[in-house]
């Protein structure tokens, strides 16, 4: 928690100046910020030896999680949760490495259907074991209680976002 000491001083100091600053809210989107910093760094580092970053992982892992391992970019981007513009730049560096192809889709010829081509099933099954491992390391410090917890609390958050 060290790390995020000076963050809470910077908060002290704004709520003193603005005593109606909502100093919970804050802290919990700094803290958020902060996780999201940290997962994202651990990840690249992890997946460097594999040749792709933490946004190509989280492509390749929505398709590798669904049936078909097959999505039309706008789907992939809602399921990765990354804007159409960088879906786009992410894809066709996934398709330059030979991870993913995009073809015509069977439903409409204009539209285009992004799929893991046989060596980004493999890329996908061989950084598994070690993102497995990285996952693990990051939650060894919850319970299997506190994990529910947190992932029951996470969704109400996200879901008061989208309502917002």
Do not use: W
């Amino acid at each position: 928690m060290s790390s995020f000491l000076p963050t809470e001083q910077r908060l002290a100091i704004t709520c003193q100046r603005h005593p109606a600053f909502p100093r919970e809210p804050a802290v919990l989107v700094r803290l958020i910020k902060h996780i999201y910093k940290r997962v994202h760094d651990d990840a690249n580092a992890v997946l460097r030896p594999y040749g792709i970053n933490h946004p190509e992982y989280n492509l390749l892992m929505m398709l590798y999680g669904t049936e078909g391992q097959a999505l039309h970019p706008t789907e992939l981007a809602d399921a990765a949760g990354e804007k159409s513009a960088n879906i786009t730049r992410l894809t066709n560096e996934l398709c330059e490495k030979g991870l993913i192809a995009r073809n015509a889709s069977d439903e409409d010829r204009r539209k285009v259907t992004l799929t893991l081509t046989p060596q980004g099933i493999a890329t996908v099954e061989s950084f598994l074991p070690d993102i497995c491992g990285l996952l693990e390391r990051q939650a060894n410090g919850l319970s299997p209680r506190e994990m529910a917890q947190l992932e029951r609390l996470l969704k109400k958050f996200l879901v008061q976002l989208e309502q917002a």
